[in-house]
């Protein structure tokens, strides 16, 4: 069995200190990774000391099935965060729908307050990005997930009640709060289940919800059709009726949201230790057959918190993802007034939304089952960002309304599968699971400030041809371009650099703990290009 994480073997044979080893794992398979009368920490101390042990190798768990494994896992883990996300982003985005149903008439907004309204929300929400996935580290996250998404449900509930411009930049402003932990906390919670090249499929599967989100907000505006309810008007219906949804689902979710693989209690002992083991050796990329192991750093410290925020890379990283993100923005806030404002009724424009979400979930998906089966993000990056190019030049070249169509289609379906991709390629390339933690929470709180730029972006006094909109998102697209060529350089030239020196075997200069605390500036790291 050659999986992601192993690492090398002197021969092919399991020696007498793994057959034991596995033994034992047999002999308590039945006990389902369960240590009686432990706590969940005791529990993941156990199970990482036995996978420390010198009896442990790569070669002891030759008779288990990779896929089988991660096929329990996948059924355990990525229906219900796809759930919880897919609920984010229709609660967050479902004041698109609210508008073109008559909010900004009924709260009496003028000029720029709605386009406030949309930007209140990413303050708080980069703000408190990073500081979540810190707490979701100490909390862990079958408390930490459920508990913000019960807090964010009943403030969406309560932005069904507001009565002017003031109570909805109050609701905009908490919701960002309450969010703010969901997608990078998940994000960075898949790469603790998995491996490099296995991550950005279920990132993908998870992030696709967003766009089967946009979908259901067009199917979901039909709520409207309750205006006069109990006094109330329609798009208040909208964000009251998905609220109560997302305080039921979060309290269901309670029960269906695992912690991390060392206490799962869906994988017996023998299968967390396995995938254990595969995490904690997926950064050892030396090929010169050092038999010394390199595992990943789980140490909780500050240092690494300096670490993540003097990294290159992850500044680099962010400008590619202001090069999607703003566009995955305007389609999600501004695409029903866009078609709207070409001509269509509001239930139309509603409706003709809905093949652009399909068809951009099922190019996420399909990206991101190529991209790990080459084990490569970059190519995939920066041909999308061309046809997200060549999708805005349509849309700014013309106002007939079929071509804005095809552009805004186009421009779906290349930014939308980038959400995984960019925030994958990150993930791959820092080492230490705090420091990553950390950095995709940099990554995505910096990045989400697109979002803020994005919902001014589109005025309204500029419609219908939104050529102001539109050619800001070709120069954000172009810039991410930039910054992708950029890393790519930059990745190949440090690993051709680490290359020379393990071949001159100067990775025996270090101990193992020395390069395991160094992490991804290990000589021993190879960046994923």
Avoid at 22 to 40: C, E, P, R, V
Avoid at 368 to 379: C, E, G, L, V, Y
Avoid at 413 to 436: D, E, F, M, Q
């Amino acid at each position: 069995m050659a999986e992601e994480g192993s690492i090398p073997q002197s021969g092919p044979r399991m020696d007498h200190h793994s057959k034991h080893a596995s033994d034992n794992f047999a002999s308590s398979a039945t006990n389902n990774g369960q240590d009686q009368g432990l706590s969940k920490p005791e529990q993941g101390v156990t199970v990482d000391a036995t996978v420390a042990s010198s009896d442990i190798t790569s070669q002891t768990f030759d008779h288990l099935e990779t896929k089988n494994i991660l096929r329990k896992i996948d059924v355990r883990i990525i229906p219900v965060l796809a759930i919880l996300y897919l609920l984010s982003f229709l609660d967050r985005t479902n004041i698109a729908n609210a508008k073109i149903e008559g909010l900004s008439e009924d709260l009496g907004l003028t000029g720029a307050q709605y386009n406030w309204a949309l930007t209140a929300y990413f303050f708080t929400y980069c703000a408190f990005e990073v500081p979540s996935n810190m707490m979701l580290r100490k909390v862990g996250p079958s408390i930490w997930l459920p508990t913000i998404m019960v807090a964010w449900g009943v403030i969406t509930t309560l932005m069904g009640i507001v009565q002017n411009h003031k109570g909805l930049l109050a609701t905009r402003l908490f919701l960002g709060v309450a969010e703010a932990g969901l997608f990078p906390g998940v994000s960075y919670y898949l790469t603790t289940w998995y491996t490099r090249y296995d991550v950005q499929l279920r990132q993908a599967i998870f992030c696709s919800a967003a766009t089967i989100a946009g979908a259901f907000s067009g199917l979901l505006a039909g709520i409207s059709f309750m205006d006069g309810v109990a006094g109330l008007a329609g798009w208040r219906w909208i964000f009251i009726l998905e609220g109560i949804l997302t305080v039921l689902v979060a309290l269901g979710s309670y029960f269906f949201v695992h912690d991390f693989p060392e206490t799962a209690r869906f994988l017996t002992k023998e299968e967390q230790a396995f995938v254990v083991h595969r995490l904690k050796y997926d950064g050892d990329d030396r090929r010169s057959g050092n038999p010394q192991r390199i595992e990943q750093n789980n140490e909780i410290d500050w240092k690494y918190v300096k670490m993540a925020f003097r990294d290159w890379q992850i500044w680099l990283n962010i400008l590619v993802y202001w090069g999607f993100n703003c566009p995955v923005y305007a389609v999600a806030l501004f695409l029903p007034t866009i078609i709207k404002e070409l001509g269509y009724q509001s239930t139309t424009a509603q409706l003709l939304t809905v093949p652009i979400y399909v068809a951009a979930a099922i190019s996420t998906v399909l990206v991101a089952w190529a991209a790990d089966r080459k084990r490569i993000r970059s190519p995939f990056v920066i041909t999308a960002l061309f046809i997200g190019l060549i999708g805005f030049v349509l849309c700014i070249s013309t106002g007939q309304a079929g071509i804005t169509y095809a552009g805004v289609f186009i421009v779906a379906c290349a930014t939308y599968p980038l959400l995984p991709t960019v925030i994958a390629w990150l993930s791959n390339n820092l080492a230490g699971s705090y420091k990553r933690a950390i950095g995709m929470g940099i990554q995505i709180s910096v990045g989400n400030l697109a979002g803020a730029a994005t919902s001014n972006f589109y005025r309204t006094e500029d419609a219908p041809r939104f050529i102001l909109g539109h050619g800001l998102e070709i120069g954000f697209i172009s810039l991410g371009i930039i910054a992708a060529f950029i890393l790519i350089f930059s990745y190949r030239r440090v690993n051709v650099k680490r290359e020379k020196q393990v071949a001159n075997d100067e990775d025996n200069s270090y101990t193992p703990e020395q390069l395991s605390e160094l992490g991804d500036k290990a000589i021993t790291f190879r960046y994923t290009l």
